[in-house]
Structures are given as structure tokens and as C-alpha cells.
């Protein structure tokens, strides 16, 4: 059976993660190895006057004052007006949200450390907290950074023609929507190993990480070393979904006292430690002005966007990414033609913002699909309508929307006819009817995207980060015994590359993926990439694959061509064999010749050998565009403010599937997390700035039982520009969840007058709408 | 998240152990499954000297029955209880509410003697045994021998009747008639997450016997006097409002989202009750 592309095959990584083989870093066992416990700062915001160590463990306990060699982790941005901000690895002069390093200590087992730990007296002088993003937005006399002149990272603004739009419009829609800060939640935490190897004369990492390749190049620019003396290996990670893909400043110190003491140091985040310190992604604020005309068409949009950032740029993504992918993805799939968006990113006293899975796009998504909603009932039509009527046609494609995002391929209204035939749309309304006779309140709710994935190296540097990813770089090669080894600088973390990729090079190799091996995440063993993040590693890793296995098949098939006396565009690869007709040379023995028997071969055989290392872009680096409708039943139990999520449906696109059952994972498991988001997961800090949610007593997140059973489709509308036509896909279940499952929530709630605009739509929330409203007899809108 | 350093003890008989706790000059802890404990450990909330297992005492694990009442041991575990490994004191209630503790893996290792111990507010036991009156058999060094009625038995948020000295031995549940019926409710954000309220009744026509209790209301769980006799007078469902009338009798205040979840679940017990 054939094992490449399109092949539904198991995953091959699967055997190990599933039996307990997998290796993570708190699997490593090193001799003389000792583990790290930090001290965290526990109030939100107040300056350092004295950190004390107790005299008995003074040679085990470093604060700031001991890495005077070590460069804060600063991620500059191109973007005008953009402030940097400087991230001490240790905590210096003040310390600015709850939970941040203050000081690491080191012991033989990480008990013993948490015991030093606790014995360091912080004299630390509160400051008033920054808590609501709003309100530090303008604020100009408390300052997160004492030597800026406000709260902004950044601000900017898309100035369209919207007073044509407000001109025009037989309707206008004015809404605010809330986003709850949220954690990721990787089954693993983070965690980083650190040694120095004396014979290769190298500090060696292994670490949890999304992007070994510029974890080394972070390292090596704030450790001040250089990059041949930094060797980071990522082993088996367990999920990151944008956790795992920044410089985490536990990484930078436990490498700094790994080197400064000659001992393997090792530390381990715990869920608590992930819980409070890691609450850095998803909160956003809309201000949002829909005009449409009396059909509902969209005339224009106009939104002010404020990102609750935290209190530092991360790197190197900064602290921007966010709120500039809102701005320009906010009109997501729809035409209008007038849009103007102002964006802050706001630094308040919280964990440093990192993207998470959909990348901004889950927040503008939920905005613009509830606000789709709206329209729709103030026109007096179906939603489902309104929507397919403002989304970008079939035959508009390719599309360059209004904040110049350029549409590949693609039909949108089609993914909403699908989504809503899978969902049984029609016969929905009398059923709701019905149920609402008999008590019972249930809603119908969709929600459409785009998801732009893979995009490059103008895209990135349009976001001003300091890396821009460029071309992806692959090694193929065949061994002496004919099985295949391809080596990535991307990682896996749970997406199930090794098996995709090695369909990729099975693909063109003709050989089965038992017999491919692919090595991912050593920097040492691995062609350099920027990693996983951005859903490319499909197109990117993928196409870069594909095209040094189809150079290596050029030149396995010349060997051949020699060996079976033939010429080389007669030769087809499959089986493991090289066939000319039915005569063939398998490819151990066109390797042996290569390898171990040269005489076999002519004198002017290819010297380059069967070891094949090439670089791979898409034909445009705008990025191409999977798309998706979703579509939620749910019934609301007016008593309890409890949403039970009925019937999900997903209907997508994203190109080419490569392989259809990990194409299922990857949307059961992000629509888990766009349900999180969606219904369960938040944050919540008091007044002071102190989380309340620091144990997964309190931070609620889906399990199976809160699950549905979820319903997929899919269509292959393939890029021109891309290897093979992919798309990337992996974010994308976790950005429509929210949108369609609290436009369900409305849909069900309309008869008692209640609109939700915040998530996650938990019963307390719910509930206390319901009983405010049952009280007053009007709505609190 | 690793605990503080301390000492482990398995003494060998339940008197060996009482005797530990009095003559220990150590901050001692009984353990025994270690659902509530370990993570309060592991969090260095709980920061005992010494750690007392109780698990293996054989003469916590009696199973037993009379004609007026069922034996379950202290160290008896949830999903024991879910499998049907003791004595209904009324059909089935003690299966079903077993089988909603948490999940599996913790049911597997939880014991209902240490829940009652730990007193936790929103644990399905201490509700359960209120709206049971249940008797909490207990055991001090000096060999007494108490029994405690469940009313008396939780003083509030993790506050027990129990002694420094003194180990919860057995539960003891009276039997109910056959014409008995019993409804339990509870309001959770997900599945096996600690609840957000609790309502429990059990009726027996024969035994003239009707308890309404209310749990994860903060303290002990609720007994509602008035509301119990009236739905055993009437038979009827009460409606909202006269459940939240009855929970505003209490001490306690709650904010108008928890009173309603509350009321709810209190009103959706009876419905199981009354309809059967």
C-alpha cells in the first residue's frame, strides 16, 4: 500500500508516545544531574529592595546580581512608535507580575530546592498593580516600565474610508466583547536541561521547545556566546501550541548556572508554575461599530482593539504579534471595502503575552461572527444568510481583502451551505420552536474563518519581529541499506510529523514510511529552521521534504538507470525497488553500490552522492489561506446558565491532505480548545493582581465528557503555490468555536432577550445575565 | 510543587495508631487515600512532621449490616461503593452518588471515611450522609468508642467534631423502607470537578422520615427543617422561590447567582424523588 501523500496511514510516532517510551526532558537521567526550584515574586508589582539568602546556601542560590554576564531577553520591533521592554532572565529593580523569577537555587532533588527556595527573604515594596488593560492604557503616571511615558508597546491605526460606510448605513451595530486570559496548557510543562559538555566544548540544552534552532540562537545572543558553543536538542515535547515557541527566561538561567557551576541543572515547570506564570495569551477588548445596509450588507467596520499584553515583549515574537494580527485579520473572511481599526497593545502587571494556536485570529473571529449575528437579527434574517452574502465569492478568487490580505483559493459561502446541511439547518427552526413551547431554549450558531498559514518572510517582516523565516531547509539521504533518513529543523510536538514528513519523502522515494526515519529537533543533527509555529510546518518542513526527496529521487533513478541499463526517466520509484518495466534494483543495492561498492558504478557517476540537503519557500510568501465553517447546537438550561454543546460540525479546506486521519486530530483537538475558550477557561486575577486560578481546581479546562462528538467534511481546494497544493491547518479548529457556540448561546437565549458578548460563556456568567435581566424586566446590554 | 520533608508511619492496628497520634510530640496527619491530602501536601499547604497511613488497617475496612443499619469501614474507597461492594441503606443512592466523585482514578484510591474527615464543603459525602443521618463511628486512644450523628459531626469548612486522638472507625446508615425514595443533584462546571451546590432528600413514608439537605453552600451542609416537612406533608415539587425562602432561613449569605444554583439543584433532587 502506498504511503505517501494522501495515504491515511497511523501515526509512527504513536508506538512510543502511547507505550510510555517517549524520552521528555524530566525522563533524562544524567549522572550528577540536580534540579531547579525558582523563587517567584508573589505580588503583581513593587520594586526589589533586598533579596536575602540564607548564609548556608549561599553557593546555591543565584539571583540577578550574580548574572552581571547575561543580557536581558529584548525583542526589538521595526514597527514605528514600538517600545522594547527588557526581560531580566532574574527579576531586576522591580519585579512585575505575580510569579515572575527572582531568584533560581539548586539542589539534588528538586524537593530540596523548593526547600532552599522558600528560605530567601524577598523585601519587596508594593507598587500599585496594572489589572485591567483599559484602564493602564491611559494611564500615564503608573507605569509598568517606570522610564516609558505610558502602558503602550504599541499602538496603531487602519485608517479605510469608514464615513462612506457610516453615511450609507441602514444599520448600525455597536458592540464590546470580552476575551478571558487563559492559559495553554501542554500535557507537558515546560522544562530545560542544561549541561556543559567538555569534549565538544559546548553548553548543551535540552528543552520543551517548539523551535530549537532559535532557542540556540537566543541563547547564544543573550548568554553572549557563540552559536558553535550552543547545541540545543528538543526530545519528545508533549503539545506547545505557542507555549513552547518563545525564549522562556528559565531557559537562559538554567543554562547560565549549568555553566557557571559545571553541573547538569534541571528544571521542571509544575502546572501550578504554568497556571500562574504562564496566564499570558487570548485577552483582547473590542470596541467594535458594525454599518450595514437593510439586508444586512456590511458596509464597513470600525474597531479599536486593546490587547491585555502582560508586562513584557517576548522573543521573538514581541509583544505585537497579537494586536497586529487582530488588526489585519479582523475582517477575516468577508468583502466589505471600508475598515478602520485602532490597535494598543497594552503592558499591564501579568505574565509577558505569547500567541497561542489561531494566533489572535480566535478573538477576531469570535468579534466578527457575533457581530455578523447581530446584524442579522436587526435586519430580520437568517444569520446563515447574511453570513454566505458578505463572505468573499468563489468567483472573486484570488481576493485581496481591504487590509490586503491576499485570498489564494477557495469557497467560503460553500463551507457554511456544508456546514449547515452536516448540522441539519433546515428543519432546525421548527424544532426550536417546539422544544421553546415545552421550557426548553435551544440555538443554532456558526462561525467562519480564514486561516492564513505558512506565511513568510514579508508577512513577518511586516509584523516587525526581529527574525523573519525564509526558505525551510530539509536533508533526505539513503542509508547503506536502503531505508531513508530525512532530517527537519522544525519539531514535533504532537502534530504527528514524523509521520507526515516521511509520507512526503515516501512520496517520491517510493518507499514505505516504515522504512523512513526522520529526525527532528537537534541542532546538532538538523538543518537549520525557525521552527513550528504558524501552522507551516506542513508547507514549509513538508515542501522542503518534498524537494530534496525529489532531487534524490533524480539521482537514486541515474544510478539505477546505470545498474538496470536503462535510462533514467524509465526508472519509476516504488516498492523500495527502482522498476524499468518489470525488470528492477532494489534500493539497498542501488545504496550498496553508492556506498559500500563503487566499482559497480561509471567513472563519471554523480559525486554528489545519495544525500540530498535543499531549501523550500511557497511561490508567494503572503501566506496561503485554509478555511473553515463551523456550526454548533446547544441547549441552555435557564436555571443554571448551563450551555450543553448538542451537535459540532466542522467543514474545512485546507488543500491537500496529506494525511486525513491526522488532519482529524488536529481539528478534534483544537475545536477542544476553542471549546475551552469557548465555555470553561479563564483567568481571574483580584485587585491586587494575585491569580485566584492557580490550581486546575480553579482553572476549568474541557475534558472528554465536556466534549461533543464532532462531525467533519472537508474539500481540496489545492494552492497554486505551494509543493503538492497544501495548506497549513493546524490552528485553525481552535479559532471558531467561541464564535459559534455563543452565537448558539444568543440564538437560544433571544426569547428572553439576552445577548452574551464575553467568553469563556461560563453558567455563572450566563446565569447572572439571565437573573439581571429577569429583575429589571429589561435587558443590561 | 514536591512537599516538605517528612516522616512516614504504618502502624499495625487502629490502636497502635491512636496511640501514635497521642504520644507524637510531631505534627501528625492521618492518611489513608490521599485524594484531598496529596495535593494540600504537594501545594506545602498541608506541611505535616509526621504522615500516618491508615489504608492497610483491616479493622477500618468492615462491610457489614443489620436489621436497622449498614456498616461501611472508614477506609471503604468511592468506586468499592460504585461497584456495589456494600449494603444499599436505600436503593441504589449510594452507587449513584459514588460513581460522580471526581473520576475513576481518584475513586479508586478516596476513601469515605477520610471525605468525611477532610470535610470538605462541596464533597459529595458529608451531603449525602446529612440527608441520610448517618451515625460517624469513631475511635480514641484510650479505647472510647463514640458515635457521632452526621448533624453533629461537620462544624464547617474542613472543622470536624473528631479529636486530636480520635479516627473515624465506620459509617452507620440507618435503613430505609422500601417504599423509600431518594434524589441527589449536583451543579458542577465540568465532570468530576468539586461541586457548585448540592441537593439531597431522602423520603420514607414509612419511617415518616424526610430530609432535605443542601451542600457546597460554603460550611456544613444545609438541613432544610421546614422545606423537608412540607414537601413530605404535600408531595409536591416545590418552585424556586420557596426553596430560596428556605435557604435565606440559614445563616449563610449567598450572592443571587449561588442562591439560584442552589435552589436548583435542591428542587431538582426532590423532582427525582417525588416523580419516582
Known sequence: MPTGIGARVQRQEDRRLLNGQAIFVDDIKMPGLWEAAYVRSPIAH??????????????????????????????????????????????????????????????????????IAELVELDLDPLPPLIDALVARTDH??????????????????????????????????????????????MEGKGTLAYW????????????????????????????????????????????????????????SVSWVARKTGRPIRWTEDRREHLVAGANTRQHHYKLIAYADKVGRILGIDAEITVDVGAYSVWPFTACLEASQAGG?????????????????????????????????????????LTIDAIARAVGREPIDVRRENLVPAAAMPYTNVTGKFYDTGDYPDSVNQAAKMIEFDG??????????????????????????????????????????????????????????????????????????????????????????????????????TGAYASRGMVMAGGAV?????????????????????????????????????????????????????????????????????????????GVFSYATHAATVEVDPATGITKIKDYVIFEDCGRRVNPLILEGQAYGGAAQGIGTALYEEVIYDAAGQPLTSTLADYIVPGPNELPDFKLGHSETLSPYTRHGIKGVGEGAAIAPSGAIVNAINDALRPLNIEIHQVPATPHRVLSKILSVQNEGVSSE | MKPVSFEYNTPASLSLTTDLLV???????????????????????????????????????????????????????????EDGGVVEPISGMLRYVASRIAYRAVRNKGTIGGSLAHADPAADWVTTMMALSAVIKTRTSDGIIRKIPMHDFMLGAYRTALKHD???????????????????????????????????????????????????????????????????????????????????????????????????????????????
Not at chain 1, 512585575?96 to 528538586?110: D, F, L, Q
Not at chain 2, 434524589?183 to 465532570?191: D, L, Q, S
Request: glycine share 8%.
Open chain 2, 166 to 276: 480520635e479516627i473515624i472507625s465506620s459509617i452507620e446508615i440507618p435503613k430505609y423502607s422500601k417504599k423509600a425514595c431518594w434524589g441527589y443533584h449536583k451543579i458542577c462546571r465540568k465532570v468530576g470537578e468539586f461541586a457548585n451546590a448540592i441537593g439531597a432528600i431522602v423520603v420514607d413514608p414509612v419511617q415518616k422520615y424526610c430530609i432535605i439537605a443542601c451542600g457546597a453552600v460554603g460550611g456544613a451542609p444545609l438541613i432544610l427543617q421546614d422545606l423537608s416537612e412540607s414537601v413530605a406533608r404535600s408531595a409536591a415539587v416545590p418552585d424556586i422561590l420557596e426553596i430560596v425562602l428556605a435557604l435565606e432561613t440559614s445563616e449563610q449569605q449567598f450572592d443571587a447567582v449561588k442562591m439560584q444554583q442552589l435552589a436548583v439543584s435542591v428542587q431538582r433532587a426532590i423532582e427525582k424523588a417525588v416523580c419516582k
Open chain 1, 428 to 529: 432546525f427552526r421548527a424544532k426550536q420552536a417546539k422544544a421553546l413551547r415545552n421550557g426548553r431554549y435551544i440555538g443554532i450558531g456558526f462561525s467562519t474563518f480564514t486561516e492564513q498559514s505558512a506565511h513568510g518572510t514579508k508577512v513577518f517582516g511586516a509584523w516587525g519581529l526581529p527574525l523573519v523565516p525564509g526558505y525551510e531547509q530539509a536533508m533526505v539521504k539513503i542509508t547503506p541499506s536502503g531505508s531513508i533518513e530525512v532530517r527537519s529543523g522544525n519539531h514535533s510536538f504532537g502534530q504527528g510529523l514524523e509521520t507526515t514528513l516521511a509520507q512526503m519523502a515516501s512520496e517520491w522515494l517510493g518507499v514505505d514510511i516504515a522504512n523512513i526515519r526522520v529526525t527532528m529537533g537537534d541542532t546538532g543533527t538538523t538543518p537549520y529552521s
Open chain 1, 46 to 115: 513593587g520594586i526589589i529592595k533586598e533579596i536575602r539568602k540564607p548564609a548556608e546556601f549561599e553557593t546555591r542560590i543565584f539571583t540577578a546580581a550574580d548574572m552581571d554576564d547575561v543580557l536581558p531577553i529584548r525583542a526589538e520591533s521595526s514597527l514605528p512608535t514600538y517600545k522594547a521592554s527588557d526581560f531580566h532572565s532574574l527579576a531586576t529593580g522591580k519585579v512585575r507580575y505575580v510569579g515572575e523569577c527572582i531568584a533560581i537555587c539548586i539542589a539534588p532533588t528538586r524537593a530540596e530546592a523548593e526547600d
Open chain 1, 197 to 252: 559538555d567538555g569534549k565538544a566544548d559546548q553548553l548543551v540544552v535540552y528543552t520543551s521547545t517548539q523551535i530549537p534552532h532559535l532557542i540556540r540562537t537566543g541563547l547564544s545572543e543573550f548568554l553572549q556566546m557563540d552559536q558553535g558553543q550552543v547545541r540545543v536538542i528538543a526530545p519528545d515535547v508533549g503539545g506547545g501550541f505557542g507555549y513552547k515557541c518563545i525564549l522562556q527566561p528559565e531557559e537562559i
Open chain 1, 329 to 369: 485579520n479582523l475582517p477575516g473572511p468577508y468583502a466589505f471595502k471600508n475598515y478602520r481599526c485602532k490597535t494598543y497593545s497594552v503592558a499591564t502587571n501579568k505574565p509577558p503575552f505569547t500567541p497561542y494556536r489561531g494566533v489572535a485570529r480566535p478573538g477576531v473571529c469570535f468579534a466578527m461572527e
Open chain 2, 23 to 81: 504520644r507524637t510530640k510531631k505534627d501528625a496527619k492521618l492518611i489513608s487515600g490521599g485524594q484531598s491530602l496529596g495535593p494540600m501536601l504537594n501545594l506545602r499547604l498541608a506541611r505535616p512532621e509526621l504522615l500516618i497511613d491508615i489504608s492497610k488497617l483491616s479493622e477500618l475496612k468492615e462491610i457489614g449490616e443489620d436489621k436497622s443499619k449498614v456498616i461501611i469501614g472508614a477506609s471503604i474507597t468511592h468506586s468499592t461503593i
Open chain 1, 546 to 622: 518534498s524537494k530534496a526527496s525529489e532531487v534524490l529521487a533524480e539521482r537514486v533513478k541515474i544510478h539505477a538507470a546505470h545498474l538496470l541499463q536503462c535510462k533514467p526517466k524509465d526508472i519509476e520509484l516504488r516498492d523500495g525497488e527502482a522498476f524499468n518495466k518489470k525488470t528492477s534494483v532494489s534500493l539497498k543495492d542501488i545504496a550498496k553500490a553508492w556506498y559500500l561498492r563503487p566499482d559497480r558504478l561509471p567513472d563519471d557517476v554523480n559525486t554528489a552522492g545519495l544525500e540530498v540537503t535543499e531549501g523550500y519557500k511557497p511561490s508567494i510568501d503572503t
Open chain 1, 141 to 186: 503616571t503608573n507605569l509598568v516600565h517606570e522610564d516609558w511615558e505610558d502602558n503602550l508597546f504599541l499602538s496603531t491605526s487602519f485608517d479605510g474610508n469608514i464615513e462612506e460606510a457610516k453615511a450609507k448605513a441602514d444599520v448600525v451595530i455597536e458592540r464590546e466583547y470580552h476575551t478571558a486570559r487563559q492559559c495553554m496548557m501542554p
